[in-house]
């Protein structure tokens, strides 16, 4: 018996050994900016004022509810015990308790106040869009995206999922290039379908509906790819129209701007707004 019990007691500490492990592990892999990681179980790191908004949410909700859970728990353990037909031979005939009542209406509604008030916050950072420094559309096709740039020399670009860059499936030919610490107002659109414009590392995520524009913001923080997908089944191809932004500094942008120009030429015109506002 004393051998058993070392035995379970070595193989609960390898598991919570190897319990540590894997968490540091994927602690490790979510570290990665940008884009998804192997074994990533946490949130992609955060690149915007939004999303650090979200993660604080999520951590908040999180320990809501394992305290929730723990106190249910407590509970149900108390009542196996305590109120078993061996403990309790002559069961309790109480069928009221007022203070009990009020409890358990009022708890759960000030829980529920409680998460509505950043829950609020957190939707209203998301739907209301600050001044826009650059305004950029984006048009979902099946399958890949076109970008235009209206306050930088109105050209447009398509951006192709790239079979030879890396990460796999979601390197592309042609990158969205935004400045950084910017406010970025993208104007969202489908061209056929219903797709879905998504970043997970700026906390976007908005449907691409044709026939309607809808808009959305970030603001990138950091400097480097940042990568997302299409969220919404949209084809046979969905699963390969990446969405690809390289955030650089403010001067590298600007040389982006003059080579994009050449680069991407178009005449016509456009029937998307600017960061500022129509023209007279």
């Known amino acids: 018996m004393r051998m058993s019990m070392g035995r379970v007691g070595r193989d609960l500490l390898g598991l919570a050994v190897a319990g540590l492990t894997w968490a540091a592990g ?6 990665e900016l940008g884009q998804p990681a192997p ?3 946490t949130l992609q790191q955060s690149a915007s004022p939004v999303m650090d908004n ?11 509810i394992t305290l929730i859970t723990l106190f249910v728990l407590v509970l149900l353990v108390m009542v196996v015990v305590k109120f078993n037909a ?10 009221h308790n007022t203070l009990i009542e009020v409890a358990w209406t009022l708890i759960p509604v000030l829980i529920l106040v409680g998460i509505s008030v950043p829950s609020f916050r957190l939707l209203f950072l998301e739907l209301d869009v600050p001044k826009a420094d650059i305004t ?14 209206p306050d930088n020399g109105k050209f447009e670009f398509d951006s192709l ?3 030879d860059k890396q990460p796999r499936l979601l390197g592309v030919d042609n990158e969205m290039v935004v400045p950084v610490n910017k406010v970025i107002r993208v104007q969202v659109t489908g061209a056929d379908v219903i797709h879905a414009f998504a970043l997970p590392a700026f906390g976007v995520k908005i449907d691409a509906i044709p026939g309607r524009l809808n808009e959305t913001w970030f603001k990138a923080t950091k400097t480097g790819m940042f990568y997302g997908q ?6 046979k191809d969905h699963a390969f129209m990446p969405i690809a932004i390289r955030v650089v500094d403010d001067n590298e942008f600007a040389s982006w701007v003059e080579t994009a120009k050449k680069k991407f ?6 029937t998307y707004a600017s960061a500022a506002g129509p023209t007279q």
């Open 265 to 270: 030429a178009s005449g016509g015109t456009s």
């Open 161 to 163: 999922m790239a079979q």
């Open 136 to 149: 950029i559309k984006a048009t979902g096709k099946q399958w890949y995206w076109s970008y235009a740039y």
């Open 26 to 31: 994927g602690a490790a892999f979510a570290a």
């Open 54 to 64: 979200i993660v604080w949410f999520h951590n908040f909700l999180f320990v809501l």
């Open 86 to 95: 061996k403990a309790n031979p002559v069961p309790s005939r109480t069928t």
């Open 230 to 235: 299409c969220s919404e089944l949209c084809g």
């Open 39 to 41: 074994w990533e179980w």
